[in-house]
């Protein structure tokens, strides 16, 4: 079943081996085996894609539900021994601010050494519902001011205001402020449209009654590379690029009067959140309902 998942996730022989630990050999066999049991395919192949079928869809989200009773299993009868044992996947916001989340796991793991921790970074949509889905168990998210994460248990990490970064060539480079109308007219960059990232500026622009133009669409880092090179402005959020921008000669960021606000938040599951994420929730000081 984990070897199932792993390539439904990774939809790619080799990085599911991987993730598993195992040769991709052995992996295949397994998974050929299963199917030859189940008497249906569960993924389609060829040389270059690797898909589910209809059948493997169904059967996945049964096995998600297995491993996680699985683990959890494991994790309460170590809880009863009084050690955190099991495994504990975090998600979180490539622009997370709020929490040194490598520190943060850090001094879990010196903590908790029998845990197994997995990360994985995404947008805040996708978090959340991998939290519903079982898929994640804790999360650091951050959505536009006014919208909360549905489905899920969360507290309030920080509030913060997004500024104008610019090239230190830009016009706007070393004006003390600007307002979204100022700046309408420029070629922007931004996060893929649809994505929680970019609906803090979209809402924003939307709630002036102006139009801009997106004419780069990236994740964080490659949209500093494209406004060092005067390719576009942006707007991000001031905690996680001032850090940056303090050590990037070539950025400058500018306060913007109404500009969009967003607001961090840490996530988890609604329901009987296992041993391993009450222990990392005890470490941030929040209190989980069990």
């Known amino acids: 079943m984990r070897y199932v998942v792993a390539l439904a996730e990774t939809r790619n022989f080799t990085r599911a081996a991987e993730r598993c630990s195992v040769v991709q050999s052995a992996l295949s066999h397994r998974i050929a085996s299963l199917e030859r049991e ?6 389609a192949r060829s040389s270059r894609r690797t898909e589910l079928t209809s059948a493997g869809t169904a059967f996945l989200a049964r096995a998600r539900e297995c491993l996680a009773a699985a683990d959890r299993a494991v ?10 044992r099991g495994r504990l996947a975090v998600g979180m916001i490539v622009t997370t601010a709020a929490v040194d989340v490598p520190e943060l796991l850090q001094r879990y793991r010196a903590r908790h050494p029998d845990v197994h921790v997995i ?8 978090l959340a519902a991998a939290i519903r889905n079982s898929e994640l168990d804790i999360a650091f998210l951050g959505l536009p001011e006014g919208e909360r994460p549905s489905g899920v248990e969360t507290v309030t990490l920080d509030h913060d205001e997004h500024v104008l970064v610019v090239s230190t060539s830009h016009r706007f ?13 420029e070629t922007f960059v931004d996060f893929i449209a649809g994505t ?39 707007l991000l959020p001031s905690a996680f690029i001032r850090p940056l921008a303090a050590d990037d000669p070539e950025l400058a960021l500018v306060p913007v009067v109404d500009g969009p606000r967003r607001v961090e938040y840490l996530a988890w599951s609604r329901f009987n ?18």
């Open 75 to 84: 994790a309460d009868a170590a809880d009863a021994a009084g050690v955190v």
């Open 273 to 290: 959140p296992s041993p391993a994420t009450r222990a990392l929730l005890d470490i941030l000081g929040v209190r989980a309902q069990v």
């Open 173 to 185: 480079a070393g004006v003390s402020q600007v307002t979204l109308r100022d700046i309408a007219q």
């Open 38 to 43: 189940l008497g249906v395919r569960l993924f």
């Open 119 to 126: 990360l994985r970074a995404g947008g805040s949509d996708t």
């Open 196 to 234: 929680p990232g970019r609906a803090q500026s979209d809402q924003a622009f939307a709630a002036a009654g102006l139009v801009r133009d997106v004419a780069y669409e990236a994740g964080a880092a490659l949209i500093t590379r494209l406004i060092a090179r005067g390719l576009g402005i942006a």
